[in-house]
């Protein structure tokens, strides 16, 4: 009778652990496995899966790279991670504050992962904490249901290794530039750099930090060796040039700097300049309309300042 | 070298749950209403407009602009604007005293939001009668949010002001200003990481601006006008002069700026 019990919680756990479909991993060979996220805004119509989404396993256990926007999308991660590998999930790396990275970190607290984040990371969590809630429910409803903010444990100042058994991967903190919690995580064996946010392709890049310090960094991840870079967001890797991709945004970035310059020095209005600063780079990226309008917004009362 | 190649699992994530829209709640209005003007009537009005996005592309700094098509000299001369967000956690974002040297009043600001909201301008007579204009902006998180950065270089660097006129100045028209004036504009409702409170409110409450020591407006600012108050007003200069203007913050420190504006 126990015995039959028993057998009846274990099929029902079963049964509520294999809920999630597991998320679709594009295997770039040599132990990594990348998940792109598709282009939407985070407003409605957001679904919690926009950004990319990484593991690494090595001969002792797994790294994780970003979580999504929701349990949801942690626990479909998880999923497949499992249809990967059985070995242990020793690390959970956010590298950045924002919610379509960090909200499917609660998936992993099951593992007794250590989370590992930028020295900022636990503040800035805190700091947006009721905010984040707030919108991700309101944009998510249900499917937001059990997500919650898992901060680091093991925080990075300026470098860190984390030991995966064959491979050592080497994390970089970084100074305010697309957020003030941006992290890049180097795994030397495959030559493969994530740049987490540092780094966007396609995506119109958003600025939620400083713009002069993001070109900074920019400059400072034109002379990292990587061979291949894994963005924040992107749709493929297909025949990627990084370096190129690098010098996109890198072109964006100070055209929408210097028009905003020219406006303030001509002394137009924020409002206007929202509508016109970086035109130019319009037919380059999506989402241009929504995310070029928000970061002047965003950067242009500093500069007024300058 | 990587390479790419099969896809493991099937199915991309689709999510199918009930998103709900929030929008701005206008059940908050009696309530404020009733806080600020306690039973007094309030007619429409239809000569107070807005210029307002729709959705704020950020919270933190919501461009507005409000004008009122008429001058101090009509029967109904509004002389204080109240500007109120029904959902932010401190409606009251700023007050402008007016005079007639503003000509017909307009003036651009940049507000915090905190979520969704009704804007509400409600103009206020010299007897006393009220009128109110409203506009509707969807927005998220400019209340909380971020305290970062180095305290005592913020301090330092607060009250420090930029003024411009529109140049060439029109002498007897209505003339564009910029005033911004540097400063944190401290909430009250962010949080202090360390004590586990709420850091300090801290912020300008007024700016008044004279043109050859008369009053042009006098302004009391809330917690709901953005970091770095930033107003763009018309004003009429009847002859060449000095703009002045005297800032004061909630911890009574004064900072002052003045401008000439000339052909």
């Known amino acids: 009778m126990l015995k039959r019990i028993m057998l009846a919680i274990a099929t029902v756990l079963n049964a509520s652990l294999a809920l999630a479909t597991p998320l679709t991993m594009e295997n770039l060979g040599d132990g990594i496995y990348v998940h792109h996220g598709v282009h939407e805004d985070t407003s409605e119509g957001y679904h919690a899966d926009i950004c990319n989404i990484s593991f690494i396993v090595g001969s002792k256990g797994i790294a994780v790279i970003d979580t999504g926007g929701s349990l949801k999308t942690g626990q479909a991660l998880r999923e497949a991670i499992r249809q990967v590998s059985e070995l242990p999930i020793l690390y959970v790396i956010n590298t950045h504050v924002h919610p379509d990275h960090i909200f499917g970190n609660a998936a992993f607290t099951q593992d007794k992962a250590t989370f590992v984040g930028h020295e900022k990371l636990p503040d800035a969590m805190e700091r947006r904490r009721e905010n984040y809630l707030r919108i991700n429910q309101q944009w998510l409803g249900e499917d937001f249901n059990g997500s919650e903010l898992v901060k680091p444990s093991l925080i990075v100042k300026t470098t860190a290794n984390l030991d995966l058994g064959d491979r050592t991967i080497l994390l970089t903190a970084y100074p305010l530039a697309h957020t003030n919690t941006d992290l890049t995580v180097l795994d030397k064996k495959s030559s493969t750099l994530w740049t987490g946010d540092l780094l966007f392709v396609e995506r119109t890049p958003s600025i939620d930090g400083d713009i002069k310090g993001w070109l900074a960094v920019i400059n400072e991840l034109k002379n990292n060796e990587a061979e291949f870079a894994i963005p924040g967001h992107s749709s493929s890797l297909k025949d990627a040039n990084w370096k190129k991709q690098l010098n996109d945004q890198e072109r964006y970035l100070w055209t929408l700097l210097n028009d905003i310059r020219a406006s303030i020095k001509k002394g137009e209005v924020m409002e206007k300049a929202m509508g016109t600063a970086a035109a130019s780079e319009r037919s380059y990226w999506q989402l241009f309309d929504i995310v070029n309008r928000r970061n002047v917004n965003n950067i242009y009362p500093a500069l007024e300042w300058e | ?263």
């Open chain 2, 1 to 263: 070298m990587l390479k790419r190649s099969l896809l493991i699992g099937c199915l991309s994530l689709i999510a199918f749950g009930n998103i709900a829209h929030a929008e701005s709640d206008p059940k908050k209005w009696p309530l404020v209403r009733e806080a600020f003007f306690a039973q007094r009537p309030m007619a429409d009005a239809p000569f107070i407009t807005f210029v307002a996005p729709r959705r704020a592309e950020s919270g933190a700094q919501v461009p507005l602009e409000i004008a009122i098509d008429q001058t101090q000299a009509h029967a109904n001369g509004i002389k204080t604007i109240y500007l109120l967000v029904d959902s932010n956690p401190i409606p009251l974002t700023a007050t402008y005293n007016l005079t007639n040297k503003l000509g017909k009043f307009k003036l651009a600001t940049r507000i915090r939001m905190e979520m969704d909201s009704y804007i509400r301008a409600v103009g206020e007579t010299a007897d006393g009668k009220l009128f109110l204009a409203s506009v509707e902006i969807r927005a998220a998180g400019g209340c909380g949010g971020t305290v970062d950065g180095d305290e005592a270089a913020i301090r330092a660097a607060a009250g420090q002001i930029k003024m411009n006129v529109e140049s060439p100045v029109k002498f007897g028209n209505a003339t564009s200003t910029t005033f911004i004036i540097k400063h944190p504009m401290r909430t009250g409702l962010q949080r202090d990481l360390v004590s586990q409170g709420f850091v300090p409110a801290f912020f300008i409450q007024k700016a008044a601006f004279t043109y050859n020591n008369e009053t042009v407006m006098n302004v009391d600012f809330g917690v709901g006008t953005s970091e770095d108050p930033y107003l763009r007003f018309n004003f009429i200069p009847s002859a060449p002069g000095v703009l002045a203007v005297k800032a004061v913050d909630n911890d009574g420190k004064e900072f002052s700026h003045q401008t000439d504006v000339k052909n």
